[in-house]
Nanobody
Framework: VQLQASGGGLVQPGGSLRLDCAGS????????VGWFRQAPGKEREGVAC????????YVVDPMKGRFTISRDNAKNTVYLQMNSLRPEDTAVYYC????????????????WGQGTLVTVSS
């Protein structure tokens, strides 16, 4: 069972990136999948969550309107589209999956990806 986060990189302020979270070894269809980030010297914070189990999803307020979470069940992948990026969005972004049948947010995240670095700088 693995989650693979990818899509990070260097982008200028105001730019966009799409992060992918691909599941292998299990299906993400009925699990809540969340995105988190951790900036240097800061605690990890939640960014967004989506669940097919009950259709719930959210993006936390500081990123609302700029970030969008979506999923492609056929590809067993969850996406985080990030627009209008700011230097303060610089962080390692992680995806995680809750147990089967979980809604957003799940009571716990059972599986974690390895993280992908997003750097917003001119």
């Amino acid at each position: 069972v693995q989650l693979q986060a990818s899509g990070g990189g260097l982008v200028q302020p105001g730019g966009s990136l799409r992060l992918d979270c691909a599941g292998s070894g299990f299906t993400l269809d009925y699990a809540a999948v969340g995105w988190f980030r951790q900036a240097p010297g800061k605690e990890r914070e939640g960014v967004a969550c989506i669940s097919l189990s009950d259709g719930s999803s959210y993006v936390v307020d500081p990123m609302k309107g700029r970030f969008t979470i979506s999923r492609d069940n056929a590809k067993n992948t969850v996406y985080l589209q990030m627009n209008s990026l700011r230097p303060e969005d610089t962080a390692v972004y992680y995806c995680a999956a809750g147990p089967v049948g979980s809604s957003c947010p799940p009571t716990y995240y059972a599986y974690w990806g390895q993280g992908t670095l997003v750097t917003v700088s001119s």
